[in-house]
């Protein structure tokens, strides 16, 4: 049963897509379409204003439902494959373009947070936010020191609601596992606590910080992309001071043409970035949306906002790169025994029947530019291909799932004639020789050397307590069959004496009843 304080919620809900005329474009779909009169009885039909446009209403409302939606939305945004037009173009305000809460509310969270004026932390500070998004805003400032720097700040009050709307997912989820058949391969109640592990992780702005710190470490030279640089002494947990950094937002592609901006070795770096976190790295920026994106002209990418970042278990990490490396080489084969293998799905699927179902739904789109492939189409054919196999969804790569996404719709805007498949090809098969490969093992025994030295003079006692225990086992091994066999022994000589005795037993009755 729903507690009161969610059902508010979702009253609330109803109330907002009511209230911002989303009721209309459900009845007009073809499910509601017999019922669309119904339209005439809500309070909004005849209050409304008809000047906004359903782009500009579905923004609103998912602006006043709070950041788990706008988050949704800015998701959404970079999918113009998927949605029409005047949605997109309206959705895409939501990257850095949510109202701001109030300047002065701004100023009273970051002076409790450093516990000094704003005056004393910097010699300048912008009041107006620069950009303001789902979780926080952002101010500019400028230290004392002359430095330009950014000013992050949580919105107030912002994890109570968050919480209150992971709370309603939960009972979403759990709705959906009691009465919807596929539930238990979607595992809905799992992929919920995953989302709030990185959502509410996101509102620590130190943890971003640290997050920042290590992408920074690890492409510091990097000709391909940038990460500013943070400033730790201002830094809080609702509080992040950061490298003010100068570039053209990744999605406007307008000025970025202007510019001159290389849009097929952007696509292709893009690639290689997203590849190089998830497999050189095992670290990857997970919220790579337009508006944590931006260009240095020609091609160098420059990246923010690091609240949301993921990693991979060693044994997930390889079997991803096992299974993109068969499919960048058609062998469905191996996708699908690898599938099998990783335990994501049956052991007691058919290869053969699961090989076709891949072949099926990946020769399509093979060697074929982003612009060519319908990926609605290619959605469903997934969908279906889990449904029928009873594949179960990995809750702990729904993160990289969610990034790969954002990198595809990127490409999209950047450069539809990429091909996705053999840019990634050579970067793979490079990591994969060099993790896999003779070299690789060598390099993995020399360094293993020192421990393996430092443990020699002990192997002769190892060897020797290895053998004695094995004497030990191995004697009293004997010793139970020995044990065993006399008892084996004694239970048969007595099965013997009980069945000579009702042997006798009859004889002697049947004697007493012929002679009576």
Not at 488 to 497: A, I, T
């Amino acid at each position: 049963m729903i507690r009161p304080k969610l059902l508010l919620r979702l009253i609330h809900i109803n109330w907002v897509l009511v209230f911002h005329g989303l009721d209309e474009i459900v009845l007009k779909t073809h499910l509601f379409r017999p019922v669309r009169y119904l339209a005439f009885f809500s309070p909004n039909f005849w209050l409304r204003s008809s000047s906004d446009s359903r782009g500009v209403r579905i923004r609103r409302a998912l602006e006043d439902l709070g950041p788990i939606y706008v988050k949704f939305g800015q998701a959404l945004s970079t999918r113009r494959d998927l949605l029409p037009d005047d949605i997109a173009d309206e959705l895409t305000k939501l990257q850095d373009r949510v109202p701001p809460f109030a300047n002065e509310l701004a100023r009273n969270i970051i002076e409790k947070e450093l516990g000094m004026p704003i005056s004393e932390a910097f010699s300048a500070f912008d009041a107006e936010p620069l950009a303001s998004a789902s979780v926080a805003q952002v101010h500019t400032a400028v230290l004392h020191s002359g430095e330009s720097v950014v000013v992050k700040v949580l919105r107030p009050d912002i994890e109570s609601r968050i919480r209150s709307d992971i709370g309603l997912l939960y009972e979403l989820a759990r709705f959906a596992e009691r009465f919807w058949a596929d539930a238990r391969r979607l595992h809905p109640v799992d992929v919920v606590a995953e989302f709030e592990k990185t959502t509410l992780d996101e509102l620590d702005l130190v943890r971003e910080a640290g997050n920042a710190a290590k992408l920074r470490r690890n492409f510091e030279g990097s000709d391909i992309i940038y990460i500013p640089e943070i400033h730790w002494p201002l830094t809080r947990r609702k509080v992040l001071v950061m490298e003010r950094i100068q570039g053209i937002p990744v999605g406007n592609i307008d000025q970025l043409a202007a510019g001159g901006a290389d849009f097929k070795l952007l696509a292709e770096r893009g690639v290689e970035i997203f590849f190089t976190q998830v497999f050189r790295d095992n670290f990857f920026h997970a919220d790579m949306h337009p508006g944590n994106i931006f260009v240095d002209l020609p091609a160098k990418y420059i990246a923010v906002d690091f609240g949301i970042v993921g990693t991979l278990s060693l044994s997930d990490q390889h079997y991803l790169a096992e299974n993109f490396l068969a499919f960048f080489n058609r062998d469905y084969r191996k996708v699908a025994e690898m599938h099998v293998e990783s335990g994501w799905v049956s052991e007691s699927t058919r290869i053969e029947e699961f090989e076709s179902a891949i072949r099926s739904v990946c020769e399509p789109i093979f060697e074929k530019p982003l612009k060519d492939i319908s990926f609605g189409q290619l959605l469903l054919r997934l969908f279906q291909t889990a449904r029928r196999f009873d594949m179960h969804v990995q809750p702990q790569l729904v993160l990289l799932q969610k990034t790969l996404l954002n990198i595809e719709g990127l490409g999209r805007q950047l450069y539809p004639d990429l091909d996705l498949w053999q840019t990634a090809k050579p970067f793979l098969e490079k990591w994969f020789h060099e993790r896999m490969g003779p070299k690789a093992k060598i390099d993995k025994l020399i360094k293993q050397f020192p421990d393996f030295a430092e443990q020699f003079p002990e192997i002769p006692s190892l060897i020797y307590k290895a053998l004695d225990n094995a004497a030990h086992a191995k004697q009293h091994t004997e010793t139970q069959n020995r044990e065993l066999a006399l008892l084996r022994q004694q239970m048969d000589n007595n099965h013997r004496r009980t069945v000579w005795t009702m042997l006798l037993s009859a004889i002697v009755i049947s004697a007493a009843v012929l002679f009576q």
